[in-house]
Structures are given as C-alpha cells and as structure tokens.
C-alpha cells in the first residue's frame, strides 16, 4: 500500500545550522506532497505542498522539491531558528477531492540557542 | 473565523467507558476527517465524512469505533468500553470541496 517514510528523529541542531529532514514515498501513481508543522499541544498546520513533479513547495524559509525519480520530497532551511523546534510531518494524498493523507512517522526538531 | 474546534482538549476515561469526541469544522466546511496519533507515531486515517454521510471509513476498527456527522451539530467520534490501547490523540479535520484540510489541536484521551 501508499506510504511515507520520514528521517528518524530526533534532530537537534544549534541556530543558524543548515536543515534536511528526509522523506521518500512509496505509491501508485502520482500523489500530492505535503509537510506538515505541529508545534507543541497543537493541532497541524499545513506547511508547504507540492502537486506534481519537479513543483518546488516553499514557506518561512522551508522548501522541497517533488522528485519522482528518487520519489523524495525532502525538506530543507537554510538557516533554522529556535521557533522552528517542532514535529514535522510527510504526507501524500491522491483524491483530488478528498483530504484523506497518508502521513509518515513525525521527526522532531529542536533547535538550541 | 474559528479554526476547526475540538473537545475537549484532554479526556480520561476509565476501561470499559464510552469516550466521546466531538469536532466542529471551519465555518463552510462539510467535509471531516479523524485520524488517530499513537505516542511517537504518525497520524493514521480514520474516516472521511460529509454531512449525515459517511464517506470511507477504512481506517477505522471494526468494533467499537463509530463516527456521525449529523445534519445539524458538531461530528462524533464515539469510542465504547475503552482500552488502554485506545489512549492517543484524536486529530480532526475539516475542508471544503477541493479545498485544503485544516486540522484541529485535538483531544487526547487517556485510559486508566
């Protein structure tokens, strides 16, 4: 069946460090790609996405690119700050409509000053 | 604009009690979702549901779980005779046709 497979966590890096979380999938066909952010106590809010290949996916710093070759959606920052330190989600869905998301296992983040 | 609303925020329930969760989606939304979060793991899919429908419900046990979304009100999820694997969070999340999920801050329900 569809899966997500994320980096195993946790990550903890120092301010200002360069940040790769790694996500591969598995899947028929080709899904929509999705990172979500869920800080403490807090639901998920949707962090960037990308629909096709090769689409590039960016907010707050944060991108990744949709490669279909490697079926990755990795997700990078340049230069991460504290407020970064969170649990970080891949996803995939297929339905143009429906929102049903096959998420991976999370990779928490932290960030030290 | 309220969010997606969830209640309550924390639940215990003792084993063999009835848990109800309860999930008011964004105003226009009819679409809902509930997904499951074990500790340390991802969220997994329950059951998609649009008003008084339910849409796909693989996700969910075959016994003990069931979920409404009346015409009227907030969606139910309705956990009976809990157990202590049954200690999670519960996500909810709402969207309209095509549109993106939002998720709520979900209850975590507690066994003991």
């Known amino acids: 069946g569809d899966s997500v497979t994320q980096m195993e966590g946790p990550v903890t890096l120092s301010e200002e460090a360069f940040l790769t979380i790694n996500c591969t999938y598995t899947?028929?066909?080709?899904?929509?790609l999705f990172w979500y952010v869920q800080y403490p106590g807090e639901g998920l809010q949707l962090l960037l996405k990308?629909?096709?290949?090769?689409d590039k996916g960016s907010n707050k710093g944060f991108e990744a690119t949709y490669r279909k070759e490697t079926t990755s959606f990795h997700l990078e920052k340049g230069s991460v700050q504290v407020s970064d330190s969170a649990v970080y989600f891949c996803a995939l869905k297929f339905s143009q409509g429906a929102q049903k998301l096959v998420f991976g296992q999370g990779t928490r983040l932290t960030i030290n000053p | 604009n309220a969010g997606v609303m969830q209640n309550p925020r924390h639940l215990v329930r003792r084993r063999g009690q009835e848990a109800r969760l309860r999930c008011s989606p964004m105003k226009g939304h009819s679409h809902v979702y509930w997904y499951r979060q074990l500790p340390e793991e991802g969220l997994k899919f329950m059951v998609y549901l649009q008003k008084e429908n339910i849409i796909d419900e693989s996700g969910m046990p075959k016994e003990r779980f069931s979920a409404e979304f009346p015409k009227e009100g907030p969606s139910i999820l309705r956990i009976q005779q809990v157990v202590r694997g049954d200690s999670a969070a519960y996500f909810c999340?709402?969207?309209?046709?095509?549109?993106?999920?939002?998720f709520g801050q979900g209850t975590r329900l507690t066994v003991v």
């Open positions: 899947a028929t066909g080709y899904p929509s």
């Open positions: 990308a629909t096709k290949a090769d």
């Open positions: 999340a709402s969207s309209g046709q095509n549109t993106e999920a939002f």
